[in-house]
């Protein structure tokens, strides 16, 4: 497969690896975008996958609440940041947003086909294509999640004016304020930090396998490159990697993070949860946590004039 100077151009944005590397790395996988970054992984070039963390498409995330119990989150995304401070395209989404902790729907296919709470002469959908026509900009609902927690409390924290939304779901047997901002301040540590994971038990095999061929490929690279003389064998690496994953998998698990407001520093979010549930005679847990961030895995497409017409003109692949 031929590989053309457009798609190292997206490699390299969304890797940050060289030009010369991005290309050498499309060569060698016949121009696969995604083996192209695990190859890029592999040989140490890119240290973590920015691909589908790359914020780039427009828009805002929402959270209607119901009560403790019940809540939802939505992204809808726009093609400029300034239809995204539009208050008409505002007022859409916290509409989406209210539509989505009334709804019962699974999917997204069956939620664009509800009645639209505003105006049950219309869907969901209609709706979208009127506010469309009205912002002359192309729109879209993209997703949502409703939560709702069956023993406990659903916690909401909105950052940045509706650029990241969270949702916490907890057990608790005991509901106060205090247990309430804990909660809050573990969305906010959502938000800021980003997990994969509640808890490293929630990791699975095939993750972990995942993560440890992609260490050990860099490890065997950074041997081979050491001084004959000085280089390890393969089963020492393996017990070396031992603790690179460990510590991987405490920087994406929630419960194992340091609490960003420890004052000392060392204490996990698991430790503060349990800490305030000491202090108010309360078991809590951490269930489920969503987190929308606006864009979050879109690819923006980059204008450039120059390159669209050397592209029709033939001069790049």
């Given at each position: 497969?031929?590989?053309?100077?457009?798609?190292?151009?997206?490699?390299?944005?969304?890797?940050?690896?060289?030009?010369?590397?991005?290309?050498?790395a499309?060569?060698?996988?016949?121009?696969?975008?995604?083996?192209?970054?695990?190859?890029?992984r592999?040989?140490?070039?890119?240290?973590?996958?920015?691909?589908?963390?790359?914020?780039a498409?427009?828009?805002?995330?929402r959270?209607a609440?119901?009560?403790?119990?019940?809540?939802?989150?939505?992204?809808?995304?726009?093609?400029?940041?300034?239809v995204?401070?539009?208050?008409?395209?505002?007022?859409?989404?916290e509409a989406?947003a209210?539509?989505?902790?009334?709804?019962?729907?699974?999917?997204l296919?069956?939620?664009?086909?509800?009645?639209?709470?505003?105006?049950?002469?219309?869907t969901?959908?209609d709706a979208?294509?009127?506010?469309?026509?009205?912002?002359?900009?192309?729109?879209?609902?993209?997703?949502?999640?409703?939560?709702?927690?069956?023993?406990?409390?659903?916690?909401?924290y909105?950052?940045?004016?509706?650029?990241?939304?969270?949702?916490?779901?907890?057990?608790?047997?005991?509901?106060?304020?205090?247990?309430?901002?804990?909660?809050?301040?573990?969305?906010?540590?959502?938000?800021?930090?980003?997990?994969?994971?509640?808890?490293?038990?929630?990791?699975?095999?095939?993750?972990?396998n995942h993560?440890k061929?992609?260490?050990?490929?860099?490890?065997?690279k950074?041997n081979?490159?050491?001084?004959?003389?000085?280089?390890?064998?393969?089963?020492?690496?393996?017990?070396?990697?031992?603790?690179?994953?460990?510590?991987?998998?405490?920087?994406?698990?929630?419960?194992?993070q340091?609490?960003?407001?420890?004052?000392?520093?060392?204490?996990?979010?698991?430790q503060?949860?349990?800490?305030?549930?000491?202090?108010n005679s309360?078991?809590?847990?951490?269930?489920?946590?969503?987190?929308?961030?606006?864009?979050?895995?879109?690819?923006k497409?980059?204008e450039?004039?120059?390159?669209?017409?050397?592209?029709?003109?033939?001069t790049?692949?």
């Amino acid at each position: 497969m031929a590989i053309t100077a457009a798609m190292v151009k997206e490699l390299r944005e969304s890797t940050g690896a060289g030009m010369m590397e991005c290309k050498k790395a499309l060569t060698e996988t016949n121009g696969d975008m995604d083996a192209a970054v695990e190859y890029l992984r592999k040989n140490g070039i890119m240290k973590a996958e920015k691909k589908a963390s790359r914020i780039a498409a427009e828009g805002l995330t929402r959270i209607a609440v119901k009560d403790d119990k019940t809540a939802a989150v939505v992204e809808v995304n726009s093609e400029t940041d300034f239809v995204a401070q539009n208050e008409k395209f505002q007022s859409f989404v916290e509409a989406v947003a209210t539509q989505a902790v009334n709804s019962d729907s699974k999917d997204l296919e069956s939620f664009m086909a509800e009645k639209w709470n505003l105006d049950e002469s219309k869907t969901v959908n209609d709706a979208l294509v009127e506010i469309t026509a009205v912002i002359s900009e192309k729109l879209s609902i993209r997703r949502f999640e409703k939560v709702v927690a069956e023993n406990g409390i659903v916690v909401p924290y909105v950052h940045g004016g509706g650029r990241i939304s969270v949702l916490v779901e907890a057990d608790t047997d005991v509901v106060n304020d205090d247990i309430k901002d804990a909660v809050k301040n573990v969305a906010m540590q959502v938000a800021a930090l980003n997990p994969k994971f509640i808890s490293s038990e929630d990791i699975s095999e095939e993750y972990r396998n995942h993560e440890k061929e992609i260490l050990l490929a860099q490890a065997m690279k950074e041997n081979e490159e050491l001084p004959e003389g000085k280089r390890k064998p393969q089963e020492i690496i393996e017990k070396m990697l031992i603790g690179r994953l460990n510590k991987e998998f405490k920087e994406i698990c929630l419960n194992e993070q340091v609490y960003v407001k420890a004052e000392d520093g060392k204490q996990t979010v698991a430790q503060y949860l349990a800490q305030v549930g000491k202090n108010n005679s309360a078991n809590i847990k951490i269930k489920k946590i969503v987190r929308f961030e606006t864009g979050e895995g879109i690819e923006k497409k980059n204008e450039n004039f120059a390159e669209e017409v050397a592209k029709q003109a033939g001069t790049l692949g």
